[in-house]
């Protein structure tokens, strides 16, 4: 009720008690009970932990692909730990388990760490997971290296390129020469849809993608710009 209907109120209230009879006596007023329904039990957080790496240093080549290291029955996320700032991402282990697995096996073997996004085009994608990107000396062929194997896309699962955050493996024109490189969108890219791998998705760290240094345009290289560097890859897994 507005204060100026309250006022109101209290003074019609008044009036009447003035005017009713001297032998009336006005009777308390109970409230009425009021029921309160119980505060239902706050949903449960999920937790994750830091799944330990598989090696001290990085290891840059394998001679074949990995082994199975996630377990289906579990939830991932990975810590992108950038020279602009951390982006966390969703895993979908579900859609891409070949995918997810790979890249939670290499980024546990330290594979990613100090290697650097070697193509970022404004509007698009940022690009890395190039292990040659690690040597400043190998800048000319940025782009090509992999991990020694290469593995099939798994374009089938219906997930979209259809929003920035889309974690997706890139590849060459074959869709079984995917490796080790994977890009995000920071735009959708719906295009792509059908034809390349989506496995995860942003949860937060937009912003860091955003500051990436544009290095890529439709053309080629954009002279003199950097690539920022991806310090490590933190994996976290559900309990």
């Given at each position: 009720?507005?204060?100026?209907?309250?006022?109101?109120?209290?003074?019609?209230?008044?009036?009447?008690?003035?005017?009713?009879?001297?032998?009336?006596?006005?009777?308390?007023?109970?409230p009425a009970p009021?029921?309160?329904?119980?505060?239902?039990?706050?949903?449960?957080?999920?937790?994750?932990?830091?799944?330990?790496?598989?090696?001290?240093?990085?290891?840059?080549?394998?001679?074949?692909?990995?082994?199975?290291?996630?377990?289906?029955?579990?939830?991932?996320?990975?810590?992108?730990?950038?020279?602009?700032?951390?982006?966390?991402?969703?895993?979908?282990?579900?859609?891409?388990?070949?995918?997810?697995?790979?890249?939670?096996?290499?980024?546990?073997?330290?594979f990613y760490d100090?290697?650097?996004?070697?193509?970022?085009?404004?509007?698009?994608?940022?690009?890395?997971?190039?292990?040659?990107?690690?040597?400043?000396?190998?800048?000319?062929?940025?782009?090509?290296?992999?991990?020694?194997?290469?593995?099939?896309?798994?374009?089938?699962?219906?997930?979209?390129?259809?929003?920035?955050?889309?974690?997706?493996?890139?590849?060459?024109?074959?869709?079984?020469?995917?490796?080790?490189?994977?890009?995000?969108?920071?735009?959708?890219?719906?295009?792509?849809?059908?034809?390349?791998?989506?496995?995860?998705?942003?949860?937060?760290?937009?912003?860091?993608?955003?500051?990436?240094?544009?290095?890529?345009?439709?053309?080629?290289?954009?002279?003199?710009?950097?690539?920022?560097?991806?310090?490590?890859?933190?994996?976290?897994?559900?309990?």
């Amino acid at each position: 009720m507005r204060p100026s209907a309250l006022s109101l109120t209290l003074a019609l209230s008044g009036l009447l008690a003035a005017c009713a009879p001297a032998a009336t006596q006005s009777q308390p007023v109970r409230p009425a009970p009021v029921s309160t329904a119980p505060t239902p039990a706050p949903a449960p957080v999920q937790s994750f932990t830091v799944v330990s790496p598989l090696s001290a240093t990085p290891v840059r080549t394998f001679s074949a692909p990995p082994t199975q290291v996630i377990d289906p029955a579990k939830q991932y996320r990975a810590i992108l730990k950038t020279s602009r700032g951390d982006v966390t991402v969703e895993l979908l282990p579900k859609a891409s388990p070949v995918a997810v697995n790979n890249f939670v096996f290499l980024a546990l073997n330290r594979f990613y760490d100090g290697t650097r996004f070697h193509r970022v085009i404004d509007g698009f994608m940022a690009q890395g997971g190039d292990p040659l990107s690690a040597d400043e000396g190998k800048k000319t062929q940025w782009g090509t290296g992999g991990p020694g194997y290469q593995f099939p896309a798994e374009v089938n699962n219906g997930l979209r390129f259809d929003r920035a955050g889309v974690l997706g493996m890139a590849r060459a024109q074959s869709l079984n020469s995917q490796g080790s490189q994977f890009f995000i969108t920071v735009a959708p890219a719906d295009f792509l849809s059908g034809g390349y791998t989506v496995f995860g998705r942003v949860l937060s760290g937009q912003d860091v993608l955003d500051r990436l240094t544009r290095n890529y345009s439709s053309t080629g290289p954009i002279a003199g710009a950097g690539a920022d560097l991806l310090q490590s890859v933190q994996i976290l897994q559900s309990p």
